[in-house]
């Protein structure tokens, strides 16, 4: 089973400046099918990026992923205020990640 | 709009069972699989499973095999999760998803339901 680390655990920045996230998985994953997630407190995780590079359906271009093979990585490139909350990698369809959460400095 | 609604909260004790539905709307539901997710109190997300709603295929994550089963009713295009034998450490908040995919797990979730409270204590 492919086992997802994430970095850092806490990510503490300013509105407007630039967020970088890592995720690294302990096996190439396939085809680059890995997504990324946004999840704010009480509130149900919403997709960001599928394919590893690909912005789902309404989201943001500030959000962008890049990698492939055991690396990759979410910047967002200005924060908003909304985009405080905690962010998840996934390997298709099952492992997730344990999580980076980014908050106000 | 894609909608995904999932039953309400639950207290169960342990030993028994659970069964939580979730009524998905605004798109063709056999075109699609279900998978469900779980996040325990202050902690991350644990994939449960898949279903197809195309066939009712399914794959488990392996630590549940045995204690969980998803179900699909097409007829009015929902999906069920029960999970049997209930520990304190299932307690955690119940999410359904719409995986991308009918054919496979191997896919991401674009709509996902509200999520459902289980919690286990006797």
């Known amino acids: 089973e492919i086992v997802l680390t994430q970095s850092p655990g806490t990510l503490s920045l300013s509105p407007g400046e630039r967020a970088t996230l890592s995720c690294r998985a302990s096996q190439s994953v396939s085809s680059s099918y890995l997504a990324w997630y946004q999840q704010k407190p009480g509130q149900a995780p919403r997709l960001l990026i599928y394919?590893?590079?690909s912005r789902a359906t309404g989201i943001p271009d500030r959000f962008s992923g890049s990698g492939s093979g055991t690396d990759f990585t979410l910047t967002i490139s200005r924060l908003e205020p909304e985009d405080f909350a905690v962010y998840y990698c996934?390997?298709?369809?099952?492992?997730f990640g344990p999580g980076t959460k980014v908050d106000i400095k | 709009q894609v909608q995904l609604v999932q039953s309400g909260a639950e207290v169960k004790k342990p030993g028994a069972s659970v069964k939580v539905s979730c009524k998905a709307s605004g798109y063709t539901f056999t075109s699609y699989g279900i998978s469900w997710v779980r996040q325990a109190p202050g902690q991350g997300l644990e994939w449960m499973g898949w279903?197809?709603?195309?066939?009712?295929?399914?794959n488990y994550a392996q630590k549940l095999q045995g204690r969980v089963t998803m179900t699909t009713d097409t007829s009015t295009s929902t999906a069920y999760m029960e999970l049997r034998s209930l520990r304190s450490d299932d307690t955690a908040v119940y999410y359904c998803?719409?995986?991308?995919?009918?054919?496979?797990?191997?896919?991401?979730?674009?709509?996902w339901g509200q999520g459902t409270l289980v919690t286990v204590s006797s």
């Open positions: 279903i197809s709603a195309y066939n009712g295929n399914t």
């Open positions: 998803a719409r995986s991308s995919n009918y054919r496979t797990w191997v896919s991401w979730f674009d709509y």
């Open positions: 394919g590893a590079s």
């Open positions: 996934q390997q298709y369809g099952s492992t």
